[in-house]
């Protein structure tokens, strides 16, 4: 295996990118694949392989890939794993703080404009989701307005798995029915 790995080093360094096209063939669909466990955007996890390729020739070029430490292979999945999970991360991070813009917005309209169209129990109902906590009140938005999955907002809001979001969820129904039920 070092001996290809050698070879494969060298050819980078005298042909350029072009020594890259047989290993890009190789390995593209199987990274492709396992990178699914991250994201199911086709879009997403090309751009990381092809993100992955460029750093690997990169890393050739200047002189820091030594082939009897890891295989071409491995070193592309590992950055290509980093690329997609710090841009994951970054997505999540934007789509958090647009929901919390999006939030603010809600609040703003529906105590401005649409307080007066609103029936007895809507007000009810909208006073009691106000004094929820902020992310009772974001984990039931995502989940009944926006129709997000649980696993949806398992990664948006970082949760540690499916079970953790379903509870918190009872959890904040709960709260919502106790705020409602005292206000009878």
């Known amino acids: ?23 890009y063939q190789e390995i593209k669909p199987a990274f492709l694949k396992y990178m699914q466990r991250y994201t199911p955007d086709p879009d997403i996890r ?3 392989f092809h993100e992955a390729m460029l750093a690997f020739y990169e890393y050739c070029l200047a002189g820091k890939y030594n082939p009897d430490r890891s295989a071409p292979k491995t070193m592309v999945f590992m950055m290509g794993r980093a690329y997609l999970i710090n ?59 926006r129709n997000y999955s ?7 809001m970082k949760y540690k798995n499916e079970n953790v979001v379903s509870s918190h969820k009872s959890r904040c129904i709960k709260q919502l029915k ?3 039920q005292a206000k009878s």
């Open 46 to 48: 090309l751009d990381a």
């Open 87 to 145: 841009r994951l991360k970054l997505e999540q991070r934007n789509l958090y703080q647009e929901t919390e813009t999006i939030d603010s917005y809600i609040k703003y309209r529906v105590t401005q404009q649409y307080h007066s169209s609103l029936s007895e129990s809507e007000i009810l109902v909208r006073d009691a989701i106000l004094k929820l906590g902020d992310k009772c009140r974001l984990l039931l938005q995502l989940f009944f307005y």
């Open 150 to 156: 649980i696993e949806a907002i398992m990664e948006n």
């Open 1 to 23: 295996m070092t001996n290809e790995n050698l070879k494969l080093l060298e050819s980078i360094l005298q042909e350029g990118h072009q020594a890259l096209k047989p290993l």
């Open 178 to 180: 106790e705020i409602l």
